[in-house]
Each structure stands twice: as structure tokens, then as C-alpha cells.
């Protein structure tokens, strides 16, 4: 498996990843992401911060990395922290540890960059989500509740309670 940029070849299947895993997350009752725009993706590709995990030619799994994430962190919020977001998977390779593989690339790539964090949200109330987290390595760093307009944020983070997660490097 191999960790690469995100190229503008990728946008038609990276919205299909994230419509499959809307559709996991509306199947199980779980707070469900809304769609996310396309220049937003388009940034992200473009700045070099959506990434795939790749095995024999074919996306296992995207993410999206941020240097600060002041809006969901405030005043915790600092230069010395990776921030995770968005993991969806190829359903074709859940269980196959993609959590743990995108971990183990952050802690290299937080070491290449000078940084000391690790860091990652979820919404409050999927305790299975958070408990997997915690299992994967992280420690709950504190919980925060959002207003009703999330301004700044995509539309689903819009009146969510989350919990917030950090990894020492």
C-alpha cells in the first residue's frame, strides 16, 4: 500500500466514497455527512492535503489532512498539530486496518514537519466511532459544542456535539 496526493483524476471517485460512506452512516443512524462542495475538494487537491491510500492501482481509502484547525479547536488550536479529517474507505477494503495505516503515516509525516500532534474529531454520541479511536491510539482531548450556523465549516458540522482526539507524537 502506498500513501500519494489526491490528483484531479480522483474527484469523480473520491464523491463516490463519500457518498458510500453517507449512505453507512444514514444505514446505522449515525449523524450523516452532508455533500460536501466541490472547490472544496478541488482546494484541498490542489494544496496538496487530500490523500489516498492506494493498493494494486486501485483508492482504498481518502483522507484530509489540516495544519490548524482553529474552528473546531480554538484556543487549542496550534502550529505544532496534524489535523484528520474525513476518512472514507472503499468498502471493498474495510477491516483491513486503513485507520491505523493513515495513523502511522501522520506520526511520520508530523515528525518530517516539526510537529507534536496528532489530532481528529467525530461527533459526540458514535460512541462506537470514538471508542475505535481510542483504540487506535488516541486520547479524548475534550468535547465542543457547535452553533447552529458552524460558520466556516462544511454543513455537517452544523449544531454537532463532538469529541475531540490527540495523538503525542
Not at 66 to 72: G, I, M, Q, R, V
Not at 143 to 156: I, W
Request: net charge negative; proline share 2%.
Amino acid at each position: 500500500m502506498a500513501i500519494l496526493n489526491s490528483t484531479p483524476e480522483d474527484i469523480d471517485f473520491i464523491f463516490e466514497l463519500y457518498r458510500l460512506a453517507s449512505e453507512y452512516q444514514r444505514k446505522n443512524g449515525y449523524n450523516m455527512w452532508k455533500d460536501f462542495e466541490r472547490e472544496l475538494i478541488e482546494t484541498e487537491i490542489n494544496e496538496k492535503r487530500l490523500w489516498k491510500v492506494v493498493e494494486d492501482g486501485e483508492i482504498a481509502c481518502i483522507f484530509s489532512i489540516f495544519y490548524n484547525d482553529p474552528l473546531l479547536w480554538g484556543k487549542d488550536d496550534n502550529e505544532f498539530s496534524i489535523y484528520i479529517h474525513r476518512i472514507a474507505t472503499n468498502p471493498k477494503f474495510k477491516g483491513r486496518g486503513m485507520t491505523n495505516l493513515i495513523i502511522d503515516w501522520a506520526k511520520a509525516h508530523a515528525k518530517e514537519t516539526g510537529r507534536k500532534f496528532i489530532r481528529m474529531d467525530t461527533w459526540a454520541d458514535n460512541k462506537n466511532l470514538a471508542d475505535y479511536y481510542v483504540k487506535c491510539g488516541f486520547n479524548i482531548a475534550g468535547y465542543k459544542q457547535l452553533d447552529k450556523e458552524a460558520k466556516g465549516l462544511p454543513k455537517h458540522y452544523s449544531t454537532l456535539s463532538l469529541v475531540l482526539f490527540e495523538i503525542v507524537v
